[in-house]
């Protein structure tokens, strides 16, 4: 069966067509409520029904979500501190073993998107390690803070109605969306907005589930790389065509780098 596409095309483009929300931020949590408020008048003007925008009721500011994003010292490491740290025995070990069990599923992809395993298996690996440290914080609650924050407000209000459109289309509930620190979601760390934009039903049954369905995680993965401008064949080692299309899944060149080279160690095993 090929992999389809879950995307409710009004909607969709509702969330990314759409001028900007017109809400003012702010740098303190005074006015958390007042803006939560205007912003859910907002999101019901751009096709959130009531039923969904109820999720929204009671949200408080998180003051730890600010702090993350203001403290990401992470990606400040070399890159051989980064990848010796990132590519471990173990993981490189389950990766393998994955590999070998989602065999069947990746070569389809591949088939479909042109993508190789071991660059989307790289990738599972690094976000979430396959799954295990996909964060427990509710997605709505972060994406809901820093879209009142003045840092990057248009992005993550246009996040936050992605959110709330995943919901509303019935993939995952609203206690179902937790995540990491800046509301990425699943087994792949998605944003909700490339969710909607790439998300893929890799195992047929007519919904996407990133938390929970493997073959959903692979899918997806390989279609947000195609969505990009995958070249099937192509190389992605830094200075190959496919390296870009890497740099387009996270912007610290130390991330990408890390991305190819553990793709190339999965690739010889």
């Not at 459109?165 to 969306?177: H, M, N, V, Y």
């Not at 969710?195 to 990133?210: E, I, K, M, P, W």
């Not at 890497?246 to 991330?255: E, H, R």
Request: glycine share 8%; charged share 20%; proline share 4%.
């Amino acid at each position: 069966m090929p992999f389809i596409r879950i995307i409710t095309l009004s909607l969709l483009l509702a969330a990314t067509s759409s001028p900007a929300l017109a809400l003012k931020c702010s740098s303190t949590p005074a006015g958390f409520n007042k803006w939560l408020t205007e912003f859910k008048a907002e999101a019901r003007q751009k096709g959130i029904s009531p039923r969904v925008l109820a999720n929204l009721d009671g949200l408080t500011y998180a003051t730890a979500v600010i702090r993350a994003d203001r403290n990401q010292r992470h990606f400040k490491q070399s890159f051989a501190e980064f990848s010796r740290r990132m590519i471990s025995p173990g993981r490189i070990s389950k990766g393998r073993s994955l590999m070998a069990k989602h065999a069947k599923t990746l070569a389809r992809v591949e088939n479909s998107y042109g993508v190789p395993p071991e660059v989307i298996v790289a990738i599972w690996g690094l976000e979430t390690d396959y799954g295990v440290n996909m964060g427990k914080l509710p997605v709505l609650r972060s994406l809901a803070t820093l879209a009142y924050d003045c840092r990057r407000t248009d992005r993550f209000q246009n996040e936050l109605i992605s959110a709330l459109l995943i919901i509303q289309r019935g993939d995952l509930s609203a206690g179902e969306l937790k995540g990491a620190w800046a509301g990425e979601i699943g087994q792949a760390q998605f944003m909700a907005s490339s969710y909607l934009n790439f998300a893929a039903d890799g195992d047929g049954n007519g919904r996407v589930n990133l938390i929970r369905s493997q073959a959903d995680v692979i899918a997806s993965i390989a279609s947000y790389l195609r969505g990009y401008g995958w070249r099937a064949g192509a190389g992605y080692g830094p200075g190959q065509p496919n390296f870009r299309v890497i740099a387009a899944w996270n912007k610290a060149t130390v991330y990408q780098k890390t991305i190819a080279a553990f793709a190339k160690r999965l690739a010889k095993g």
